[in-house]
């Protein structure tokens, strides 16, 4: 079982910026990949940008740039993945969620709310 904790949600203006945070716990946190999905409303889960077990890391297009992933392994049972975003436009609004996924294993944290609007 991993329990992901997100943080650091909340209202920005455009070209503004925010870091959000996930906190990881659980066991064989070392085996994860882990990221970052946002949605809007009525629209599907998307992927904004993913760090895996070793290091790779991707993002979406849309994102390229102005978002940066990184991970904080700081031991086999608590990780702490950021999503740093700058250069923040409205077309980012929605919630954003944490993700870990180990083959079958997959979890999700509750959510936070990121807004930019002037």
């Known amino acids: 079982q991993v329990q992901l904790v997100e943080s650091g949600g909340g209202l920005v203006q455009p070209g503004g910026s925010l870091r959000l945070s996930c906190a990881a716990s659980?066991?064989?946190?070392?085996?994860?990949?882990m990221g970052w999905y946002r949605q809007l409303p009525g629209k599907e889960r998307e992927l904004v940008a993913v760090?895996?077990?070793?290091?790779?890391?991707?993002?979406?297009d849309s994102v390229k740039g102005r978002f940066t992933i990184s991970r904080d392994k700081a031991d086999n049972a608590k990780n702490t993945v950021y999503l740093q975003s700058n250069s923040l436009k409205p077309d980012d609004t929605a919630v954003y969620y944490c993700?870990?996924?180990?083959?079958?294993?997959?979890?999700w944290g509750q959510g936070t709310q990121v807004t930019v609007s002037s």
């Open positions: 659980g066991r064989y946190l070392i085996f994860y990949d």
């Open positions: 993700n870990a996924n180990w083959r079958s294993a997959v979890y």
């Open positions: 760090v895996t077990s070793g290091g790779n890391i991707n993002y979406a």
